[in-house]
């Protein structure tokens, strides 16, 4: 008994039980598919094996209708020769009953063989039958087989993506945005700060200038005096 017929004889909820613990679907699957087709091939085995029986049975039941058709025609012969004076006619008649005798006899084998025939060549549909729904199931499965090969590749590919990704640590991704930011952000201050500074020199400048162009005597003064002390002058 293959697989499917195992699996199928216990119940609906055994059965989803004992599919969910198949550790791998395609090899239980492929040793189904392996196990019809010793179905099949038994089958086809069983099915010559009744034809060669039905075969046989016809001709022998032909032979008996032969034969018996010879006995009638011995029959009518002896019959023939005693009415022409051939054969003496006790004699004859002995000899026609015991004829028609093996006629009956040969005829009865005959409708018994005939009973056998039809009874083989009822077996050899029977199975014929079986046999094409056995070839309708293995095709069947081997479509399946080619599904599920499609769609475990395919799950198998999806699992290592999502495992992938699931391994990332989501926490670590979030904190190392927040670094980023706030580097970003000090970056920014830092620059801001710089700026302002480079404000602040360039106002101290003009207020030292401003001031100084509203006296720039003094400032001539104090230019003579310091070439004066250096001997420029």
């Keep these: 008994m293959n697989i499917f017929k195992r699996l199928f004889r216990i119940g609906q909820a055994e059965m989803h039980a004992a599919v969910d613990k198949m550790e791998d679907p395609i090899r239980m699957t492929e040793q189904g598919i392996r196990e019809m087709r010793e179905d099949l091939n038994k089958a086809v085995e069983s099915l010559a094996q009744i034809k060669a029986m039905a075969i046989r049975a016809k001709n022998d039941k032909t032979k008996k209708e032969t034969a018996a058709q010879d006995y009638e025609t011995k029959a009518i012969l002896l019959l023939t020769k005693a009415q022409k004076g051939e054969l003496d006619m006790e004699q004859a008649e002995k000899l026609a009953k015991e004829a028609l005798a093996l006629k009956e006899n040969l005829l009865s084998e005959a409708e018994a063989l005939a009973g056998q025939q039809n009874t083989h060549e009822n077996a050899a549909a029977e199975i014929q039958k ?82 100084i162009g509203g006296d720039s005597g003094k400032v001539n003064q104090d230019l003579d005096e310091l070439k004066r002390k250096l001997g420029i002058l």
């Design 130 to 211: 079986n046999i094409e729904v056995l070839k309708f199931n293995i095709t069947k499965w081997e479509n399946e087989l080619k599904t599920l090969k499609s769609r475990i590749k395919v799950s198998r590919a999806t699992k290592e993506v999502n495992k992938q990704m699931a391994q990332i640590d989501s926490n670590s991704t979030v904190s190392m945005l927040e670094r980023m930011k706030e580097k970003v952000e000090e970056e920014e201050a830092l620059a801001q700060a710089y700026g302002d500074l480079v404000d602040k020199t360039a106002s101290i400048d003009e207020e030292i200038d401003k001031a």
